[in-house]
């Protein structure tokens, strides 16, 4: 199976600063149908887990400008512009080119 | 969308476990449905996937022969059914439309 390997582990940010995360799959996520399929999502505390970016840069309804995701191949990222004190939890990165499979996850808490 | 699960369960070892998932507000056979498992405190791990609209299934190689996802169009529902229950499988299973929409999880306990 695919692995998606994240770093870093967990990061703390001053609110209005931005912040990256990166994704490294051990293979390539391009399908034969020429998309990538690279998903990121964010597990607030208690809540279900929540779509944020699929395909790799196209955000879900609903999600604030601020979240960009980039990359291609086997690197991707996911950037917030200017963050905020609820985008605390974890996050995700997630592909379903070959059998389903998760990253590590990332814990966003605020300084 | 609107996803719906049923409550807790709490089973014993070598027990079987069925938990559901209603969905509404879009055509029930457009979106494939898959379950994700995740152990307290732990990651998101796929148990697999349903196409409600042919009952296609697809399932991780660890639960492959344990669980069993179903779909009845006739009331919108997926069905999340794992035998032979072990304590690792103690856990909040999460159903998700198309992985766009998420259920708010179903807490399974195994334990004797």
């Known amino acids: ?111 | 969308v609107r996803v719906i699960q049923s409550g807790a369960e709490m089973k014993k070892p070598g027990t079987s476990v069925k938990i559901s998932c209603q969905v509404s507000g879009y055509t029930f056979t457009k979106y494939y449905i898959h379950w994700i498992q995740q152990a307290p405190g732990k990651g998101l791990e796929w148990v697999g996937l349903v196409d409600p609209e042919n009952g296609d299934t697809m399932y991780a190689d660890k639960f492959q022969g344990r669980a069993a996802i179903s779909a009845d169009t006739s009331v919108a529902t997926s069905f999340l059914e794992l035998r032979g229950l072990k304590s690792d499988d103690t856990a909040v299973y999460y159903c998700t439309v198309e992985l766009s929409w998420w259920g708010q999880g179903t807490l399974v306990t195994v334990s004797s």
């Open chain 1, 1 to 111: 199976d695919i692995v998606l390997t994240q770093s870093p582990l967990s990061l703390s940010v001053t609110p209005e600063q931005p912040a990256s995360i990166s994704c490294k799959s051990s293979e390539h996520l391009l399908h034969t149908d020429g998309k990538t399929y690279l998903y990121w999502l964010l597990q607030k505390p208690g809540q279900p887990p929540q779509l944020l970016i699929h395909e790799v840069s196209n955000r879900f309804s609903g999600v604030p400008d601020r979240f960009s995701g980039s990359g291609s191949g086997t690197d991707f990222a996911l950037q917030i512009s200017r963050v905020e004190a609820e985008d605390v939890g974890v996050y995700y990165c997630m592909q379903t080119v070959g059998p389903l499979t998760f990253g590590g996850g990332t814990r966003l808490e605020i300084k």
